[in-house]
T-cell receptor, first 112, second 109 residues
Framework: KAGVTQTPRYLIKTRGQQVTLSCSPI?????VSWYQQTPGQGLQFLFE???????NKGNFPGRFSGRQFSNSRSEMNVSTLELGDSALYLC???????????FGAGTRLSVL | TQLLEQSPQFLSIQEGENLTVYCNSS?????LQWYRQEPGEGPVLLVT?????EVKKLKRLTFQFGDARKDSSLHITAAQPGDTGLYLC?????????FGAGTTVTVRA
């Protein structure tokens, strides 16, 4: 069974641009969560989607958005990038009724 | 503000020594999980503890969950260089995980 796949692995953007990150969950997993990891703040929860609906959202500005498709694949978008958005963005998927989240390897975003 | 406080932040030990990492919470979670993350990878789940007072063993790793379900510890016996990594505790609830800041463990050969 393939694990959680995140693309791309690395991204370099400049301030003011926008970026879209993609996550393919483990087959059969319908819940997808996104996290931001930085050296200063650690792992911070962004949002969680289940069956194309956002069920929970972390304390991030509206520039951070996401969506989930009918095949459970998810994307997150960051608009008007700031230097502070440089981070490792991690996606995790979970099976219904399970409390175990499986993480992808992440997308490393650098904002210059 | 971190709901989960981990200590120490950094730990560097010699191969064969023992180590303990602590995780203390200001809240009660439905379960507490420990992850290990290696450079360039996402966190990988080591264990989930649910019941207060629970002790779980995974080879040389021993996990304890406090009676009040607000604190936990991870003890590694006879550490090996392969144990090197970032150890994270996380509380589960409301369809999300709340992570501690992590403990970076380095085991020198």
């Amino acid at each position: 069974k393939a694990g959680v796949t995140q693309t791309p692995r690395y991204l370099i953007k400049t301030r003011g641009q926008q970026v879209t990150l993609s996550c393919s969950p483990i087959s059969g997993h319908r819940s997808v969560s996104w996290y931001q990891q930085t050296p200063g703040q650690g792992l911070q929860f962004l949002f969680e989607y289940f069956s194309e609906t956002q069920r929970n959202k972390g304390n991030f500005p509206g520039r951070f958005s996401g969506r989930q498709f009918s095949n459970s694949r998810s994307e997150m978008n960051v608009s008007t990038l700031e230097l502070g958005d440089s981070a490792l963005y991690l996606c995790a998927s979970r099976s219904v009724g399970q409390n175990i989240q499986y993480f992808g390897a992440g997308t490393r975003l650098s904002v210059l | 503000t971190q709901l989960l406080e981990q200590s120490p932040q950094f730990l560097s030990i010699q191969e064969g020594e023992n180590l303990t990492v602590y995780c203390n919470s200001s809240s009660v979670f439905s379960s507490l999980q420990w992850y290990r993350q290696e450079p360039g990878e996402g966190p990988v789940l080591l264990v989930t503890v649910v019941t207060g007072g629970e002790v779980k063993k995974l080879k040389r790793l021993t996990f304890q969950f406090g009676d009040a379900r607000k604190d936990s510890s991870l003890h590694i016996t006879a550490a090996q260089p392969g144990d090197t990594g970032l150890y994270l505790c996380a509380g589960a609830g409301d369809y999300k995980l709340s992570f501690g800041a992590g403990t970076t463990v380095t085991v020198r050969a």
